[in-house]
Nanobody, 128 residues
Framework: QVQLVESGGGLVKPGGSLRLVCVAT????????VGWFRQAPGKEREGVAS????????YYADSVKGRFTISRDNAKNTVYLQMNSLETEDTGVYYC?????????????????????WGQGTEVTVSS
């Protein structure tokens, strides 16, 4: 069973950058689809970015396209989320998630209900 641990969150000013890191243990991450999700105070959890373990395709929420990049380092069993041009609306707790490889419709890659394994989250605050 995969276990996920996130790190890299913190306080950053608008326009700044952060790189979130998700390290997996217990199984090979390349055999899983992975995603990053976030939850702002008082809001539902939403999908931010995901990566298919089947074909390497990536998927992004419209709100982060062009600013965020998800990537994997299979040798390190690690997934990254590079976040640039951060906005106050990006504030929230960011979670890494993983699930076994299945045949998903592209839109489902950003649904939290598609993922069975979750990390504990790392907090990101964007504020001046």
């Amino acid at each position: 069973q995969v276990q996920l641990v996130e790190s890299g969150g913190g306080l950053v000013k608008p326009g700044g950058s952060l790189r979130l890191v998700c390290v997996a243990t217990g199984s090979t991450l390349r055999m899983h689809d992975v995603g990053w999700f976030r939850q702002a105070p008082g809001k539902e959890r939403e999908g931010v970015a995901s990566s298919s373990g089947t074909n390497g395709r990536t998927y992004y929420a419209d709100s982060v396209k062009g600013r965020f990049t998800i990537s994997r380092d299979n040798a390190k069993n690690t997934v990254y989320l590079q976040m640039n041009s951060l906005e106050t609306e990006d504030t929230g707790v960011y979670y890494c998630a993983a699930d076994q490889l299945v045949d998903r419709h592209p839109v489902r890659y950003l649904w939290s209900s598609e993922y069975a394994i979750w990390g504990q989250g790392t907090e990101v605050t964007v504020s001046s």
